[in-house]
């Protein structure tokens, strides 16, 4: 089936994904190969999740870990084991 | 900090020596909690900051269901994931939090109206080449993504913080969020493109110094 840019916008998260049925997916490829349009919006949204994947991009605050154990260390004290309910 | 290599295995499947050391912590070896809980440490307070939008509060209520998970952990049942469990107990006091500070009826607003009348139409780009990875290591860029993932709608933040962020399996997000993988992969579309489009303008601003590589004019 020949597919229109707009129904490869549908398909391109399912597409990173991998996700698509085999046959969709030769489709979008055929697609691909000669759109310069979406495979510009392919590899845009494909750079936005190699970032957000990026442990430096969305970060645990300093010390937290550390406060964090010193609070189990705190509850640990207090409470025997955990509960068994 | 650590550094970009292996992400976090938020979701490996249960491992062998996981189920031993919750049986061990439950005998009364409760120090071995410490070792447990380190490799999700950064799955839970992202899963809690993904709600409540907030540095501070996001440390506060991570680790508030880090300890409810200590103090529960006899209820963990061993044929689940650890990993979901945690996330659902995460989950729990964030929305608590929310309860509590009013904030919730808000949210639920927002989403009414995003869910069903967003542009869901990408951004084109110009004169787009494959950006070099070192343009991605731009701060500006960073901050720009991190602001936009912090202003999606609720519905598609955390479904995209959890895929996307996280790295869950669609599976594995539709089982934490209890709700159907169809519908995961519904909003993780909508999240994608809405971030593309933020973003598009960010990804384009190459630096010119990054450009001439390969023998181009400079």
Not at chain 1, 59 to 71: A, D, I, Q, T, W
């Amino acid at each position: 089936m020949k597919l229109d840019c707009k129904h490869v916008w549908g398909y391109i998260s399912d597409y990173i994904d991998d996700s698509v049925d085999p046959a969709v997916r030769e489709d979008i490829e055929r697609h691909l190969e000669h759109c310069e349009i979406c495979s510009a919006i392919l590899d845009s949204t494909r750079n936005i999740l190699i970032l957000t994947a990026d442990e430096r991009t969305f970060e645990v605050p300093v010390g937290f870990s550390e406060k964090l154990h010193r609070r189990l260390e705190e509850e640990m004290k207090e409470e025997r084991t955990p509960d068994e309910k | 900090m650590r550094a970009l290599t292996a992400p976090i295995c938020a979701m490996t499947k249960a491992k062998p020596n996981e189920a031993e050391t919750i049986a061990r912590i439950l005998a009364g070896e409760k120090e071995l909690f410490h070792d447990l809980i380190r490799p999700y440490e950064r799955m839970v307070y992202l899963t809690v900051f993904s709600l409540l939008k907030n540095e501070t509060e996001a440390e506060d209520a991570a680790q508030i269901a880090i300890i409810n998970a200590y103090r529960h952990l006899g209820s963990f049942r061993l044929d689940a994931k650890f990993s979901t469990w945690l996330v659902t107990i995460a989950m729990n006091e964030a929305r608590q939090k929310l309860r509590r500070d009013k904030r919730a009826a808000l949210e639920s607003i927002e989403e009414t109206v995003e869910e069903g009348t967003g542009d869901y139409t990408p951004a084109f780009l110009t004169d787009w080449r494959e950006i070099p990875l070192e343009a991605l290591e731009r701060k500006e860029l960073r901050e720009a993504l991190q602001k936009a993932v912090t202003e999606l709608p609720d519905l598609y933040r955390q479904v995209f913080s959890l895929r996307d962020l996280q790295e869950f399996s669609i599976q594995e997000t539709a089982e934490a969020l209890n709700m159907k993988p169809g519908l995961v992969k519904v909003r993780l579309r909508r999240a994608r493109i809405m971030l593309q489009r933020k973003l598009v303008p960010f990804l384009q601003k190459t630096p010119p110094a990054h450009r001439g590589w390969f023998g181009g004019a400079r």
